[in-house]
Nanobody, 120 residues
Framework: QVQLVESGGGLVQAGGSLRLSCVAS????????MRWFRQAPGKQREFVAS???????NYSDSVKGRFTISGENGKNMVYLQMNSLKPDDTAVYYC??????????????WGQGTQVTVSS
């Protein structure tokens, strides 16, 4: 069993910053990719950023230059530093990871999400 737990969400004014954290725990042999997604009310879940085990980072165009994904591979943790936040960034942010486990094929897991609200 693998669990992803996010933290760090909250309420912030436009232009402010937040740092989200996600920790993966359980019967993990390897984490190949860790990602952040977000879902705003009435909208589909969308990709925000990803980081591979090799350190390759990708960002959606909407957050490029403002958000930074980083991680501590040995601790199975990933962070999302969010700067210059805008009201459009308001959403539930989800951690996602491709995880290999003992006796099981690699699969994707999701956290429960953390709310980020940016006021204008």
């Amino acid at each position: 069993q693998v669990q992803l737990v996010e933290s760090g969400g909250g309420l912030v004014q436009a232009g402010g910053s937040l740092r989200l954290s996600c920790v993966a725990s359980g019967s993990i042999t390897a984490i190949n990719v860790m990602r952040w997604f977000r879902q705003a009310p009435g909208k589909q879940r969308e990709f925000v950023a990803s980081m591979s085990s090799g350190g390759v980072r990708n960002y959606s165009d909407s957050v490029k230059g403002r958000f930074t994904i980083s991680g501590e591979n040995g601790k199975n943790m990933v962070y999302l530093q969010m700067n210059s936040l805008k009201p459009d960034d308001t959403a539930v942010y989800y951690c996602n990871a491709d995880v290999s486990s003992w006796g099981a094929a690699a699969r994707a897991y999701w956290g429960q999400g953390t709310q980020v609200t940016v006021s204008s």
